[in-house]
């Protein structure tokens, strides 16, 4: 069964830290490329950071320098390290993988950064 399960969403303070996890399950040929998207009340859902099946990544400009993409060795979990968090930053955030021409998504984690 292809299954996309997120983890380590919360609440912090402003320039504090989270780690969120996306665990693939059912894909282990085929990924072609792994990214997680962001949703703010009231607002479109907007791509974060993005990593290919090469390995290059490409963040949206304000969060570079903040946040890291990376994946495992097996190339099934994708995680986004989350630094210096800002209030803007708060919203549910979304796994998407690209598999075998079509696009999975995961059921969405809630980060809320406090001021």
């Known amino acids: 069964q292809v299954q996309l399960v997120e983890s380590g969403g919360g609440l912090v303070q402003a320039g504090g830290s989270l780690r969120l996890s996306c665990a693939t399950s059912?894909?282990?040929?085929?990924?072609?490329?792994m990214g997680w998207y962001r949703q703010a009340p009231g607002k479109q859902r907007e791509l974060v950071a993005g990593?290919?099946?090469?390995?290059?990544?490409n963040y949206v400009d304000s969060v570079k320098g903040r946040f890291t993409i990376s994946r495992d060795n097996a190339k099934t979990t994708v995680y986004l390290q989350m630094n210096s968090l800002k209030p803007e930053d708060t919203g549910v955030y979304y796994c998407?993988?690209?598999?075998?021409?079509?696009?999975?998504w995961g059921q969405g984690t809630q980060v809320t950064v406090s001021s």
């Open positions: 998407k993988v690209s598999w075998l021409g079509q696009d999975k």
């Open positions: 059912g894909m282990i040929f085929g990924i072609n490329s």
């Open positions: 990593i290919a099946r090469d390995g290059t990544t």
